[in-house]
């Protein structure tokens, strides 16, 4: 009776356990059904894909702005090296050359010392007490000419640095436009050398007015000295004891 018992207690714990074993192995051999594929959603995953992509449309954004920084970099030095499309040469040219050759042609005496030297030895030196009264009136009359072609050699002078003003004027404020819309810095600094340039043509012109106004101004203090000279040396030959009254053959009538 007792094995009996034993024996069915055996028999009873193999089915538990059979019962226990059989549904875990067929749910491992049997395939998985469609419900099980399920799409994860990872958000720590997603944040960091939303990062690098953040990170590299930035980068890609900064390159951007550093071409357009580089391409208006070229376009500033291309700005700068422009040459000034205006020159005002050939008219400060012009301007010079008119004041020199109202120089050139100044009268009697010109701008040269050898030849100031020369005339100063002929004219405006020492007179001579041999000199005869004609020739005194001539010499008299030279240095008047002289004078008198000083004078108007500075008035011509100083009517051609007045007729420059215009011109001046007008170049002036070109220049002054022009450095005023200057596009770089090129064109700037070639619109002030330009303006410098035109204020030593002005410049050179108030020399030659000065120069022609000390010429004349020297003529006629060289005239007057020579005169004072002159009239001392007349005044003493007119002093001077002659020989006296010398008798002569004299004829009246066309007596023969």
Request: with cysteine; proline share 3%.
């Amino acid at each position: 009776m007792t094995a009996f018992r034993m024996k069915n207690r055996s028999v009873a714990a193999l089915l538990a356990g059979a019962c226990l074993v059989t549904p875990a192995a067929v749910t491992f051999l049997l395939p998985a059904p469609a419900q099980a594929w399920r799409i994860v959603y990872d958000p720590s995953n997603y944040a960091q894909n939303v990062l690098t992509a953040a990170r590299t449309l930035e980068q890609i954004n900064n390159q951007i702005a550093s071409l357009q920084n580089e391409a208006q970099m070229l376009i500033n030095q291309a700005r700068n090296l422009a040459s000034l499309p205006y020159s005002s040469l050939q008219t400060l040219q012009q301007n010079v050359q008119q004041t020199q050759q109202l120089l050139a042609q100044a009268q009697n005496i010109s701008f040269e010392v050898g030849q100031i030297d020369q005339a100063f030895q002929s004219q405006y030196g020492n007179v001579p007490l041999s000199a005869t009264d004609a020739q005194l009136v001539a010499d008299a009359r030279l240095r008047w000419e002289n004078t008198v072609g000083g004078l108007q050699d500075a008035m011509r002078v100083q009517a051609g640095v007045v007729g420059n003003i215009d011109a001046n004027r007008a170049e002036m404020s070109a220049l002054v436009g022009e450095s005023q819309n200057a596009e770089g810095a090129l064109q700037a600094t070639q619109a002030g050398n330009q303006l410098l340039a035109l204020q030593s043509q002005q410049l050179s012109d108030l020399i030659a007015l000065m120069a022609a106004n000390g010429r004349a101004d020297a003529l006629t203090e060289a005239e007057r000295a020579t005169a004072a000279e002159q009239g001392r040396i007349q005044r003493e030959r007119f002093l001077t004891p002659g020989s006296g009254y010398q008798p002569g053959n004299a004829r009246m009538f066309n007596s023969n």
